[in-house]
């Protein structure tokens, strides 16, 4: 219960702050809400680039040449079938967002972790793969004047600030970016030479600061703090959760309002006992109502496939938005990363996979 509760007391200051939602997300009437794709695509494996020792990036196109566009900032969830089982994660593009016939992913290995070991040791060019998206709405908003960006990375994390910096530095030519990139190791940086590249064709418009534990010592908010420019309008941040965290607090020191800060977290969220005791669940889905109990613990996805309701899953994990339904009676709590839009939120939309009643729920799930 304490433990619960310091996560929805974080949670609520995080989300009051513009962050993320507030983990209860309470709704008495449905409203309109826009609808996602979420059929599966085969796309092949045009190239594979070793990136650093434990990191590739997979380079993606459509083998009956469709496009495959995306926002820069935005993230595809890839499918595949590691020993026998179907495994699907999430990947924000890391490429050039107007080449539109392909989309590249930069994956880095997480030990033990299913999806990035076999990306890193097994793609090769002309393997298919499943892939869904994209989604996600990490993004820099549009700006009308020249601004000063700033964008924090940690690790892998420099994926999708890499697709936004090659877009933003070529649409406005008189905007500045100082990139602030936190590694173990030199040897860990993922696009080295492609930074070098980039500053180098924006003469005076780029700023790569790497803060790397080896040399400059374990990183904290005070010596994060001294890279940060608090003339900045817009901040990116996306990195491991610690780092974020501490990237949080430096920028509180350096007076950069949440407000102006963006994030992307790549970790799954943890799974909170939000409920002590099981709920009803109600599902209307295309006409029928299925009635259905979830236990403490789960999700509303566990209980409505239990229930014999075919509802739509992808990642699992909150980052696709496959599995969206409309909370149209009822409180959950919902840890998700980043993946509603806040025009989806606003119109009463919850993840089924990671969202747990906390009383009594009827939702409406699309056929
Ligand atoms: C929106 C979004 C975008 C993402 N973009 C990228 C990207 O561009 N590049 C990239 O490399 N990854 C990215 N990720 C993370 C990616 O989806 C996977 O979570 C990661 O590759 C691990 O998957 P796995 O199957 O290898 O590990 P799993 O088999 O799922 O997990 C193995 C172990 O690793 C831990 N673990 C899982 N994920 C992480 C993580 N991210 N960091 C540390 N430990 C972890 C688990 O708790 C578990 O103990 C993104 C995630 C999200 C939600
Ligand atoms: S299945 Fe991807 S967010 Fe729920």
Known sequence: MLE??????????????????PPLVKRMERRAAPARGVAVRTVVIEAVTRETADAVSVTLRDPRGAELAFTPGQFFTI????????????????????????????????AGGRMSTFLCERATPGM?????????????????????????????????????????????????????????????????????????????????????????????????????????????????????????????????????VREERFFAPSCPTAATTAQALTIRRGGAITRAIVRPGDTLLDAGLAAGVP????????????????????????DEPNCLTAAERAGGKVLACVARPVSPCTVEAPT
């Open 79 to 110: 499918e595949a079938t590691i020993d026998g089982a179907r495994v699907r994660r999430a990947y924000s593009a890391s490429s050039d967002a107007r080449d539109r016939g392909r989309a590249t992913i930069t994956v880095k290995r997480v």
């Open 128 to 260: 298919t793969l499943g892939l869904l998206g994209p989604s996600g709405d990490f993004a820099l908003p549009a700006a009308a004047a020249p601004r000063h960006v700033l964008a924090i990375a940690g690790g892998s994390g420099i994926t999708p600030i890499m697709a936004i910096a090659r877009a933003t530095l070529a649409a406005e030519p008189a905007t500045r970016l100082t990139l602030v990139y936190a590694n173990r190791t030199r040897a860990a940086i993922i696009f080295a030479d492609a930074l070098d590249q980039l500053a180098a064709a924006h003469p005076g418009r780029l700023t790569i600061v790497h803060r790397l534990d080896d040399i400059d010592g374990e990183l904290t908010a005070d010596t994060l703090a001294a890279h940060l420019a608090p003339d900045a309008s817009d901040v990116l941040l996306c990195g491991p959760d610690p780092m974020m965290a501490l990237a949080r607090e430096a920028l509180a020191a350096r007076g950069i309002p949440a407000a102006r």
């Open 4 to 21: 619960q509760l310091r996560r929805d007391v974080t949670m609520l200051v995080r989300g009051l702050a513009g962050r993320t939602p």
């Open 311 to 334: 509802l739509k899953l992808s990642c699992a994990m909150g980052g696709c938005g496959a599995c969206a339904v409309t909370l149209v009676d009822g409180e959950v709590t919902m």
